[in-house]
Structure formats: structure tokens, C-alpha cells
């Protein structure tokens, strides 16, 4: 476990269930691990968006994020949600910084589509910052939103941002902590494993859906530099330290 890099994507759904995620991370620290947190927040942006009185929009089945809408994702996001993280790392006695995407151009990004509004899809990172932030003994948790080139920020999915960190940094780990207990065959069975060319096909039979599809398609772009990346069940207790030990249950997408 020593000096490991750790890729860990925290589902916004698993978020404030009262989980040991913050233990298993600060236990990973005390080991020597370089542990790396990506976090969503969907549940929490849909309440706020709520909250607002935003109506949402929808184009092709894809949430639109106008300039309000964007507003509320951002302080939502990179305020509330990530600094909730940093604060249950710090009372547990770990060491952890809060930035998002923006903070040291950490993920670029350009805009996805006009239509579709603040979207932005990634186009590198700047490891710099975060590599300071690990040399320094702390632990990055990173809000998904992203800098375009003009100055612009755009809300990215948490899980293309987990993926593609994890590939540039070439972590040792990658793990997706959801609120499943992995992924669900054509017969609603979790598989243990899959491939890629497995995952390709459960997406074209629709099997894999939804949030499902941007969580696997990050974890074959990580497969670049990884051996595997885990889905695991973030609502059960100690699920990030079993993943971290390869005891977890869940479902491993392995190259080849
Ligand atoms: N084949 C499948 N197996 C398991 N879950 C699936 C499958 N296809 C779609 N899903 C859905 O994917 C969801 C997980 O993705 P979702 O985006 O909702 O959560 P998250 O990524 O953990 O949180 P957030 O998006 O807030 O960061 C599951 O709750 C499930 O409804
Ligand atoms: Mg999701």
C-alpha cells in the first residue's frame, strides 16, 4: 500500500450516508498511500437546482447547464459538497486540500456542445498543482469543474475527470465508490469481472445505462496505464480500504 496512488471517485449518491469513506481514506494516508479524491454531487445539485427555482432542461436526454444553472453547480460543487469532504478528512486527523478543476488549470476543458450549455468535456490536466499538494503530505479532493482556454469554467462528469487523472498521474489504483453493488448483467446478476470489449457490449444492449455509462467508459480510459479499475459499493462499511487491498467485492473491468 505504500506510496501508492490512489484514484478514488466518490459518488454523489453515497455522499452524507454517514459512511466510512473519510476513515478509510485517513487510514490510507497514515499508511504512506498517496490517495487522490474525485467527487460528484448529483443529488445535492438537483436539491439546490430545486432550491433555486431553476427549471431544469433537458436536449437529447442531456441536462442542459445554462449560465444560472452553472452558478449553483459551482458553489454547490466546489463550495458546499468539497468542502464538506475536506472538512471530514480534517476532523478525523488527515491532512486534505479542497480545488477544483479551475485551481491551477488542474482539468482543461473545451465546451461540449452550445446546446447543452456550461458542459465541458476534458482535454488535459495540469499536474502540477497536485502534485504539490501530494509531495506536501496532503490529500487533493477535487471538484468537477473544469477551465476552458478563454477563462471560462464548465461542470465536467466526476467520473471522465477520475478516469483521466488517473491515467495521466498513472495511478496503481483507480476505484469508483457508487451506490450499487457493482454492475448488473442482462439478468440484473453483479458480474465480478469484465472486459472491454464486455463493458463495449453492455452498452450497446443498453444494460449498462445512465451514470453507469460515464463510470465505465473512465475506467477503460484508464485501463492505458492501469491493470484494472473497480466499481465497489460505497454505502457498505470499509468498501474504499477492501477495494484499496483487493478484498473487495463489487466488479473489477480488467484489460484485454
Ligand atoms: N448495468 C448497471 N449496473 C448497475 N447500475 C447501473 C447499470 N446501468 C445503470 N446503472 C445506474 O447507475 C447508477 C450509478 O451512477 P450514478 O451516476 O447515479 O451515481 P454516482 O456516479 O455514484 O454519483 P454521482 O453521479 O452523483 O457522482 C446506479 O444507481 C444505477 O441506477
Ligand atoms: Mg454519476
Known sequence: ????????????????????????????????????????????????????????????????????????????????????????????????????????????VHQRDPELGFVGDVTGFNLDILRIILDAGYLPIVAPIGLDEHGQHYNINADTVAGGLALAVRADDLIFLTDVPGIRDGSGQVVTQLSRDDVEMLIAEGVIASGMIPKTQACLCALGALQEAQIVDGRVPHALLASAKGEAAGTRIVRG
Open 1 to 108: 500500500m505504500t506510496a501508492r496512488t490512489i484514484v478514488v471517485k466518490i459518488g454523489g449518491s453515497t455522499l452524507g450516508s454517514g459512511d466510512t469513506t473519510f476513515e478509510d481514506l485517513v487510514a490510507l494516508q497514515r499508511a504512506g498511500a498517496r490517495p487522490v479524491v474525485v467527487h460528484g454531487g448529483g443529488k445535492v445539485i438537483t436539491e439546490w437546482l430545486e432550491r433555486s427555482q431553476l427549471p431544469t432542461r433537458f436536449v437529447r436526454g442531456l441536462r442542459v447547464t445554462d449560465e444560472p444553472a452553472l452558478c449553483v453547480v459551482t458553489a454547490v460543487l466546489a463550495g458546499l459538497v468539497n468542502k464538506e469532504l475536506v472538512a471530514k478528512v480534517q476532523a478525523l486527523g488527515g491532512k486534505a486540500i479542497g480545488l477544483c478543476g479551475v485551481d491551477g488549470a488542474l482539468v482543461q
